[in-house]
Each structure stands twice: as structure tokens, then as C-alpha cells.
């Protein structure tokens, strides 16, 4: 669906006391750096997954590499970004045959923002993505239980830790950590767990957005030291990397 197709709706403003976790969107900066994977940004889209070379419809292929699965979000990310979405997999032929069980190609570990669902992002469709979703990207017992779900039970070759600009999460950890204030009930948990990737050297937003890249380097970091997870990356069946999304141009791009 093209922008001037969706209905506007009606916006409700958020009380004043959830600003602190919300975030301003004022003075946010927009990272350079190269798409997701090997695919440049001119990159032709693939051809659709649920059409043959007939047009008839058919069960999809899913990438069985951590390289295919790079180079399939990097070409569905360009076709998002470029408002040439797809919206492939949601054929009867698709569904009936996710009755039986899953197959997703990637694991996309990122935060609630409702402005980055991974699979409009990304342009798939049902049983391509799995995804875990929480503020900030915070890893607890159960989030790693459910990568490690994805990873070992389902055998998902690429774990991608999606960060994102003007994350309302982490500005609400480092406006915390200026101030000395305690946030409401479980949020301050998610402050905790940012607080040791806030970048003291930085001020004012830039200190919000340099955060935003220490803590997927940080996620990373964690989810790569597990032994579980460690161990199919040395095996070379697994591979885990950092991302970034920007609000601004909808570009999804590695964070080293």
C-alpha cells in the first residue's frame, strides 16, 4: 500500500510524565554508513517468492545461509525504503502450508517501537521473520530463551540485533542517568541495563544517538558470548550482527 492510500488517523498524545520515556524526535541524527548485507543501495529486487516464472504460484524458498538471509533483508529493506514493498508469503498456498511448521531465515531482535515492525521494514511475510521484541533491545531469561529457541530448535542461521534513531528507550536511560531520577515501576530495569553502554563523552542528543550505537555493539556483545550461541558461531551455522534503522531515510545499515 502506497502512502496516499492509508487512511489518516487520529493521534492521541501521551500524558506529560511519559515524555521522560518517549523521547523527543527533536535534534535526531541520521548515520551514513551501507545497507544491510552486500546489497548496494541501486540494488534490482528479487524476483517475488511466491510467483514462479510463470506467475504461478509457488512455496517460497528461504535463505538458508546467514549471507542469503543478509542479502534478502538488504533487498527487502531497499524495496520498503523505496515504497516498492511486496508484502510477499500471505498467499493460500503460503499459509496453508505454515499449518505444519516454520521455516524463518533470520531472527530480528529489536525494540517495541511501533515505528520499526521488522517485518514491514524488511518486506516479509509470514514465517520469514522470527522476531523478539522489547525496549531498547534488552536482553532478559526470556528473550534469551527465545533466541536461543530460534537459533538451536529452529535452526536460524542469522541473528540481527536491530537498533534504532531517536530510540525513546535509551534517551529515557540516559536522561535518567543526567538527572539521578528513578523511572516508574519495571522501566527503570530497562534504564539498568542501558546505563553501562551510555556514552559519557558525548552531550545532548549526540550523546542519545552514540548510545544507540554502543548498546547493539553491547547486545551483540552479550548474545555472542553465550556458550550455546557461541558455539554454532564457531561452527560457522550462525552469524549475529548489529543494525541500525534510520527514521529519517527508513535505511537499515550494519553497525560495527
Known amino acids: 500500500m502506497n502512502s496516499q492510500d492509508t487512511p489518516h488517523r487520529s493521534v492521541h498524545h501521551a500524558p506529560d510524565r511519559r515524555a521522560l520515556l518517549r523521547g523527543s524526535l527533536a535534534g535526531a541524527v541520521a548515520l551514513g554508513g551501507v545497507a544491510l548485507g552486500s546489497a548496494p543501495a541501486s540494488a534490482t529486487p528479487l524476483t517475488p517468492k511466491n510467483s514462479g516464472a510463470s506467475g504461478t504460484p509457488h512455496l517460497p524458498h528461504r535463505p538458508t545461509t546467514a549471507a542469503e538471509a543478509l542479502r534478502e533483508l538488504a533487498a527487502g529493506n531497499q524495496r520498503w525504503r523505496t515504497f516498492r514493498e511486496r508484502h510477499p508469503d500471505e498467499t493460500p498456498a503460503v499459509r496453508a502450508s505454515l499449518t505444519?511448521?516454520?521455516?524463518?531465515?533470520?531472527?530480528?531482535?529489536?525494540?517495541?517501537?511501533?515505528?520499526?515492525?521488522?517485518?514491514?521494514?524488511?518486506?516479509?511475510?509470514?514465517?520469514?521473520?522470527?522476531?523478539?521484541?522489547?525496549?531498547?533491545?534488552?536482553?532478559?531469561?526470556?528473550?534469551?530463551?527465545?533466541v536461543a529457541y530460534g537459533v538451536l530448535e529452529l535452526g536460524i542461521p542469522l541473528v540481527v540485533v536491530l537498533g534504532h534513531q531517536s530510540c525513546g528507550a535509551v534517551r529515557a536511560a540516559v536522561e535518567a542517568d543526567l538527572s539521578g531520577d528513578r523511572l516508574p515501576a519495571h522501566i527503570q530495569y530497562l534504564a539498568d541495563q542501558i546505563s553501562p553502554a551510555i556514552d559519557r563523552t558525548k552531550e545532548g542528543d549526540a550523546r542519545v544517538d552514540a548510545t544507540i550505537d554502543a548498546n547493539i555493539r553491547a547486545v551483540r556483545t552479550r548474545l555472542t558470548a553465550e556458550p550455546d550461541l557461541a558455539a554454532r558461531i564457531a561452527s560457522g551455522a550462525l552469524t549475529v550482527v548489529g543494525a541500525r534503522y534510520e527514521l529519517t531515510t527508513q535505511l537499515v545499515h550494519r553497525v560495527a
Open 100 to 146: 505444519s511448521g516454520q521455516h524463518p531465515f533470520a531472527l530480528i531482535l529489536g525494540c517495541v517501537d511501533s515505528r520499526v515492525p521488522p517485518e514491514l521494514v524488511f518486506d516479509q511475510g509470514l514465517g520469514d521473520l522470527l522476531t523478539v521484541r522489547t525496549a531498547g533491545e534488552v536482553l532478559d531469561e526470556a528473550v534469551l530463551g527465545s
